[in-house]
């Protein structure tokens, strides 16, 4: 979830002024935002802890760059949208409440699950 935020935080700095067509929908930066987390889990989970000599910047970088080209997004659009979001912070809380809420149902469902397997 760091990394999240760091991409976020990241793309907000570079990103540079754009027009409102370049502004992604919210549903649309939701499910980009939601793949890029969990890219970055499987990442910090599976990539990085058997290879540790992997360059991590160049890594995330390839990382988003294939989430954008799977979701047809530019990063041109997804820095447009962090910039957008970043001008408006009670509009950016809503959308990682959703995706944080996504998270627990999901967390919710295994655990549970999970449990129904249990001796």
Known sequence: ????VYILVLGGLLSA???????LPRKTMETLLWDVAQSSEFLN???YPKHPEQNRAKVD????????QIHKVSRKQFNATLEHYKKRP???????DTITARQGRLL????ESSSLVSP
């Not at 979830?1 to 999240?4: D, I, S, T, V, W």
């Not at 970088?61 to 954008?68: P, S, Y």
């Not at 919710?108 to 655990?111: D, E, G, H, I, P």
């Open 90 to 96: 009670d509009d950016l809380k809503i959308l990682l």
């Open 1 to 4: 979830m760091f990394r999240f």
């Open 45 to 47: 989970g599976y990539v």
């Open 61 to 68: 970088n390839l990382m988003l760059d294939r989430v954008l």
């Open 108 to 111: 919710n469902k295994t655990s």
């Open 17 to 23: 002024c754009s027009s409102k067509r370049d502004v």
